[in-house]
């Protein structure tokens, strides 16, 4: 076992040495003989265990993943205010939970959609739960006239009840179909037109989405809770467990 780490860890060393640039990399410390020799060593070492160089790989990803976790919690710790205490953020739940669950979501996308009833089973579960909702976009221009739609709803008081009239409607959002939930949740048509056109809405849109970038999130959903981002259509468990961390 010892002989096997020492032949991945000089494994690790001679690909880090091979990838630096040839103006970084330190003067050689091997004559060419040694040089041969280490790698006739290595050449038989992967011969008789080909597994050597999948752990080595496995070791090089699973460190590169827990790096960027750990540099994604900082940005998230920076950029805490932004995230779960914009002024105006449409909140469901409990508005003064002492736990902030923040989604990233996109009317048209089918993943969130998915997570409609986890998430509603979530605020359900837990009281103390503030939800809080970032539209972000990026599907095409469907999801801009939803996103735009249900800010300017907001402006009206009827930002839940659009988001749960589109989410659960056509996935296909188009103005005859915005406008039929419009008109069936009792919202005023001509009023939403109008905000929807309003620099405020189109300046939230366009801070969700330089957040989203910040955040390096690679698509929707996306659930913050504390430090932790986690990407996807996840089981209510996940969701939970993020949500007791949190709260302990």
Request: aromatic content about 4%; overall charge negative.
């Amino acid at each position: 076992m010892f002989a096997r780490t020492l032949t991945a860890a000089f494994l690790f060393a001679t690909m880090a040495f091979a990838s630096l640039p040839v103006a970084a990399q330190p003067a050689p410390s091997f004559t060419p003989q040694q040089r041969a020799e280490i790698v006739a060593v290595v050449r038989e070492a992967l011969q008789k265990d080909p597994s050597i160089l999948r752990d080595a790989v496995i070791a090089l990803q699973a460190d590169d993943g827990h790096r960027q976790t750990q540099e994604q919690a900082s940005t998230v710790a920076a950029l805490a205010s932004q995230i779960a205490h914009t002024p105006g953020d449409p909140v469901a739940g409990n508005p003064n939970g002492k736990i902030t669950v923040v989604e990233f979501y996109d009317v048209h996308c089918p993943f969130c959609r998915r997570m409609l009833p986890v998430v509603a089973s979530l605020l359900h579960d837990n009281p103390d739960v503030r939800l809080v909702y970032k539209d972000l976009p990026v599907l095409g221009p469907g999801s801009v006239l939803g996103a735009r739609a249900l800010l300017a709803a907001q402006k009206q008081g009827g930002y839940q009840k659009l988001h749960d009239a589109l989410m659960t409607g056509p996935r296909d959002i188009t103005e005859d179909g915005v406008h039929a939930a419009v008109t069936k949740i009792g919202l005023d048509w001509k009023k939403l037109q109008a905000d929807m056109q309003a620099p405020d809405v189109l300046a939230r849109i366009d801070a969700n989405l330089a957040l989203a970038k910040q955040l390096n999130l690679e698509g929707t959903p996306a659930y913050v809770i504390g430090t932790d981002v986690i990407p996807g259509a996840v089981p209510l468990a996940e969701l939970q467990k993020a949500v007791t961390e949190a709260r302990n």
